[in-house]
């Protein structure tokens, strides 16, 4: 074992237990936010959006480690409108003011790895957020080789066309495009039926439209 | 949590032990363990002792909370596989839709679940096949139940074919592993090792596939290997009993006596609370530690006879009635004293064992072997002639034959011949003080070897006819008389013992003459 390989394993583990930690830490906090009255809820609110985003933040990181040190990520039955409303409640949590809408049908099943998808949902909405949506929709087409495509659409103001051409990865001025190299590494993570998990974007006459396609 | 999701009769545990308690005194409806279960057990074990004593039936839900890392362990198990499980982090909303979607399958499921409670095999086969051809949206739990269930039946090539069309069409790990096995047992093993090797590349946490590797290995008679396989699988997960079992039995099959040593230690530690407790690890960690035991003077080497000990005292306490294991305890006690040159102690325990053995019903040959090899350790090589003359006597097979004939030969015969004359000295001095009977008692001793010299068997003859002489003939004293004479045969009359020979048999003689009227 050489040296850089301890160092990798070192920060896995300390982001592994973070992530464990930030859980431990958002659920004590939501406890005591049932318990406190009204206003003081309000004032806490902020408090638990960072905890969150900071553990969603951790449990990317700890993603990331395991898309490039595993050679095939563990996939199962796994159920899109679920998925989709885990990654809502972690989104309201940051952004509550946002309407987000879940179109997706209770029975819509798949074969992919829930969490990485919830993670990819929940970075595709916060982009859409960060520029300037304020209604999202989640929806979900299923295929007939039990492939499947997540569809998020926004209104907003569109992705600019040097992203739509991948000339650039992002637009925002402290923007890094890791969030869609995020999600494209999620997608690709998915392989099945000589098939490759990709990201769509493209806009329509609303706003934004970024496409999952998981086989 | 589960309060708030609606059950009721909720109890909570906060390690393994005390959910096994649980699990053993109440019936569950659902049964939701985390992974991680802290030092003794984890939620696989739980899971596997919870259905292995028939306190969970097949209707019941178990699920795993689990972290990523624990997925490829959790998500593989192919015997007892959870219902559902939950990664980690969740919220109380994720835990609420997750168990709704774990609860409708396996309602789905509910007949072929009941007809498994009731042993019904082939119709929980019928009923999977009829799930798989109605609800395609339950593929992967019905094609996982029936995967089990067509290998329980030892129905191979339909296992196989569940199992590879799912490979193809899902790739996920436990069919692989389940195509392994029937590769397998349908003869190909070099086939199965090379799916289980591929399998490992992509879920290298996948411990299944090591013991089934190792179980592989060890039929090709590649018994070093199946050991290192073993040893990688407990590197992952090594709160498993059976599976530290299985590396101590190997370990010490190939002579690792180290590793063997470790792995029963460890099923002892493990199986304390579990239902896989079994009295050969505590038999089989004494035997592989005490052949350690090198150095009576060094540290390690007495706190490892102190373990040992320790170890004997626990299966004596846990397991009163079983005589077997009692024996074989005594039996390891008496060989660590051995190791450690204590050989009071050591016939002291041997002693215990002896007791034991003579409450055995049908005792194997084998307890007899090692009764004699505990003698010889214990410089009781009067016992030790007697039980291998005993032997001598009935029959054995070739391996018995070979063991004690090694035996035989490792009684030294000049420590007979010592101890026979011992016990000769003893036996004049008892005559020189007129005590005929323990005179008596001393020769008889010390002429039954075949070392015995004709001095010792002069000296038996001389108290046995003192003694007739004194009270009255006896007809088997005189039998035995003669069965010595017949031993010492012809003395020649220039041998200074000729004189002493011929009064002793003329005396012989007159005492027959005499008990013939």
């Not at chain 1, 987000?100 to 992919?112: A, C």
């Not at chain 2, 839709?97 to 609860?103: C, D, K, M, W, Y």
């Not at chain 2, 006819?465 to 045969?489: S, W, Y």
């Amino acid at each position: 074992m050489n040296t850089d390989y301890k160092f990798e394993l070192l920060v896995a583990a300390y982001a592994h237990d973070l992530k464990n930690q930030l859980q431990a830490l958002t659920e004590q906090q939501e406890m005591l936010v049932v318990d406190l009255p009204k206003e003081y809820q309000l004032k806490l609110a902020p408090m638990i959006s960072h905890t969150n985003k900071i553990k969603e933040d951790t449990l990317r990181l700890v993603s990331l480690y395991r898309l490039e040190n595993t050679q095939q990520i563990n996939r199962d039955d796994a159920w899109p409108h679920d998925t989709a409303n885990q990654a809502i409640e972690s989104c309201l949590l940051q952004f509550p003011s946002i309407i987000i809408n879940n179109k997706i049908d209770n029975d819509s099943q798949g074969f992919y790895n829930d969490q990485l998808a919830q993670l990819a949902l929940v970075t595709l909405i916060t982009n859409s957020v960060q520029a300037g949506a304020t209604q999202i929709s989640l929806n979900c087409e299923e295929h007939d080789d039990d492939s499947l495509t997540f569809i998020i659409e926004d209104n907003g103001p569109g992705f600019n066309k040097a992203i739509l051409d991948g000339s650039i990865s992002t637009t925002k001025a402290a923007g890094t495009g890791l969030g869609l190299h995020f999600v494209k590494m999620i997608c690709k993570a998915h392989l099945g039926a000589n098939k490759q998990g990709k990201l769509s974007l493209s806009n329509n006459n609303t706003g934004a439209v970024a496409r999952l396609f998981l086989p | 949590m589960a309060s708030i999701l609606g059950g009721d009769k909720i109890d909570s545990a906060t390690d393994g032990i005390e959910a096994m308690n649980l699990i053993h005194r109440h019936d569950y409806d659902i049964v939701l363990s985390d992974y991680n279960l802290g030092r003794a057990k984890d939620g696989q074990q739980v899971l596997e002792e919870a259905r292995f004593t028939n306190r969970l039936p097949a209707t019941s839900l178990f699920i795993v909370i689990t972290g990523e890392n624990a997925m490829d362990m959790v998500m593989g198990a192919l015997e007892y596989d959870p219902d559902g499980y939950i990664t980690k982090p969740y919220t109380l909303n994720m835990l609420k839709e997750r168990l709704i979607r774990i609860i409708t399958v396996k309602e789905k499921l509910r007949p072929a679940n009941e007809a498994i409670d009731a042993k019904d095999y082939n119709l929980a086969i019928k009923l999977c096949l009829q799930v798989l051809k109605e609800n395609k949206r339950l593929r992967l739990p019905a094609s996982r139940m029936l995967g089990q269930l067509l290998l329980k039946q030892k129905n191979f090539e339909q296992a196989l074919n569940i199992y590879s069309q799912l490979v193809i069409d899902r790739s996920v790990s436990w069919a692989k592993l389940g195509q392994a096995i029937c590769i397998y047992k349908l003869g190909d093993p070099e086939k199965a090792l090379e799916i289980l090797n591929s399998t490992l590349v992509d879920h290298p946490l996948y411990v299944q596939c090591y013991d089934w590797i190792a179980k592989i290995l060890l039929s090709l008679g590649r018994s070093e290997e199946a050991q290192t396989a073993l040893e990688k699988a407990i590197a992952i997960s090594p709160k498993a009993v059976l599976r530290q079992m299985e590396l101590g039995r190997i370990a010490y099959q190939n002579g690792d006596l180290v590793v063997a040593e470790n792995a029963f230690k460890n099923a002892i530690r493990l199986g304390r609370y579990s239902c896989h407790k079994s009295v050969k690890n505590y038999l089989q960690f004494a035997r592989s530690a005490q052949v350690l035991l090198k150095n009576p003077g060094d540290r390690t080497t007495q706190n490892k006879a102190s373990e040992i000990l320790r170890a004997m005292d626990e299966l004596k306490q846990d397991y009163p009635v079983d005589n077997d294991s009692l024996f074989f305890a005594s039996m390891l006690e008496s060989k660590t004293h051995t190791n450690m040159d204590n050989v009071k102690e050591a016939r002291r325990c041997l002693s215990d064992a002896e007791l034991v053995y003579a409450r055995l019903e049908n005792p194997e040959i084998e307890y007899q072997l090692q009764i004699v090899e505990a003698y010889i350790d214990t410089e009781q090589s009067v016992k030790a002639q007697q039980m291998i003359d005993a032997l001598k006597t009935i029959s054995l097979s070739a391996e018995q034959s070979s063991k004690l004939n090694d035996l035989d030969h490792a009684l030294n015969g000049e420590a007979l011949r010592r101890h026979s004359s011992q016990l000769n000295d003893e036996g004049v001095d008892h005559f020189q003080q007129g005590n005929l009977e323990a005179a008596i008692d001393a020769f008889d001793q010390a002429t039954q070897y075949e070392f015995a010299t004709t001095s010792a068997m002069l000296n038996s003859i001389q108290a046995k006819i003192a003694f007739m002489e004194k009270v009255k003939p006896n007809k088997d004293m005189l039998k035995e008389c003669r069965a010595l004479l017949i031993r010492i045969g012809e003395i020649d009359k220039n041998d200074e013992r000729f004189a002493r020979y011929a009064r002793l048999r003329k005396t012989y003689d007159r005492l027959g003459r005499a008990i013939a009227k």
